[in-house]
């Protein structure tokens, strides 16, 4: 990957890569949680710079990472409805120009790259089996399950396809919004459909790089399967290509 970011222009490209805490072991929120963190960690190595970090997931990890968005755009609105009724009080103006409260949200990256999102984790009507993908759809049921723990499974932010709250997602998205890579014949192809029909028509910008004939999450499992040099990088080269196109280069004066 650090070889294909540095092929379209950047000279000291840099990767951070979120080992998340996996069911049984842990459920909802801690993933999220993690999220948050190592999102915090990043925009704070990059000197506060957001328009400098992408973020990128596959699956499950996309999933995180639309819940971490959600998450995050809920504690901004909450930080603006306490700081509007503080600021109506004198001594609560007082406190926010001396700077004793404080909020620790970190900003949004500059753009996500979602391999296979899995945006809706239970979706009778749109996860459909099919005789390409190796994944099926009562074991996403199970595992989404698993993963909500205690929390139910149909809520929102646990299932960010479940939210249909318009202007929470504008506040959500990444400056330059997602670029989405997925296959016509992944048992969750009806539910990344309509994730971006749903988030074009929320005003959020989706860009797609849409394939055929293979299954899940391809642009990765293609490194271990795909049987020639060129289809094995095709996925992460179509990555860095996003990446390269809307986060600039940053060129030395």
């Known amino acids: 990957m650090l070889d294909f970011l540095r092929e379209t222009g950047y000279r000291n490209p840099a990767i951070f890569a979120l080992d998340y805490s996996l069911v049984p072991y842990k459920h909802y929120p801690f993933q999220v949680n993690e999220a ?3 999102l915090e960690y990043v925009i704070k190595a990059v000197g506060g710079d957001a328009s400098r970090v992408c973020l990128g997931a596959d699956s499950a990890g996309a999933t995180i990472s639309l819940s971490m968005f959600l998450e995050l755009a809920q504690r901004r609105r909450q930080s603006n409805q306490v700081r509007t009724a503080m600021m ?6 007082c406190a926010i120009r001396s700077g004793t409260v404080k909020t620790t949200i970190p900003n949004r990256p500059h753009l996500a ?4 999102p899995w945006t809706n984790l239970i979706r009778p009507d ?4 099919t005789t390409t993908d190796y994944l099926d759809a009562p074991t996403l049921w199970l595992r989404a ?7 139910d499974v149909m809520s929102s932010p646990l299932n960010p ?5 318009d202007a929470l997602w504008r506040e959500a998205a990444p400056a330059a919004g997602y670029h989405v890579l997925f296959s016509s014949d992944e048992v969750m192809v009806g539910d990344i459909r309509d994730f971006i029909a749903s988030q074009r028509e ?3 910008a989706v860009r797609t790089s849409e394939t055929s004939g293979q299954p899940h999450a391809w642009a990765v499992a293609a490194m271990f399967l795909a049987t020639s040099i060129e289809d094995r990088f095709k996925g992460l080269r179509d990555f860095t290509n996003a990446v390269s196109t ?5 060129v030395d004066k």
């Open 145 to 151: 399950t698993q993963y909500a723990g205690n929390t």
């Open 126 to 129: 749109l996860h459909r089996n």
């Open 161 to 165: 396809g479940e939210c249909a709250d």
């Open 202 to 204: 929320y005003g959020v």
């Open 113 to 116: 790259v979602l391999i296979s």
């Open 88 to 93: 109506r009080s004198v001594a609560g103006a």
């Open 36 to 38: 948050i963190a190592g």
């Open 246 to 250: 809307y986060i600039p280069v940053i």
